[in-house]
């Protein structure tokens, strides 16, 4: 996944955006926008168990 943080200007004054994709997220600062992309790394690359196979009951 592509992940950028960059300087905006916004409505409320100077804040960071991350993009994710086509996706933004704004923040009021940087250090908030690199704690949310490391969060959002952390989980991406976190283990995921897949759901076991349901097996079905011949009636």
Avoid: Y
């Amino acid at each position: 996944m592509n992940v950028m943080i960059q300087p905006v200007n916004t409505a409320a004054g100077r804040g960071w955006q991350v993009r994710l994709g086509k996706q933004t997220v704004t923040f009021r600062s940087e250090p908030e926008a690199r704690q949310f992309v490391m969060t959002l790394q952390a989980r991406l690359n976190a283990p995921h168990a897949l759901p076991a196979e349901q097996q079905r009951v011949a009636s």
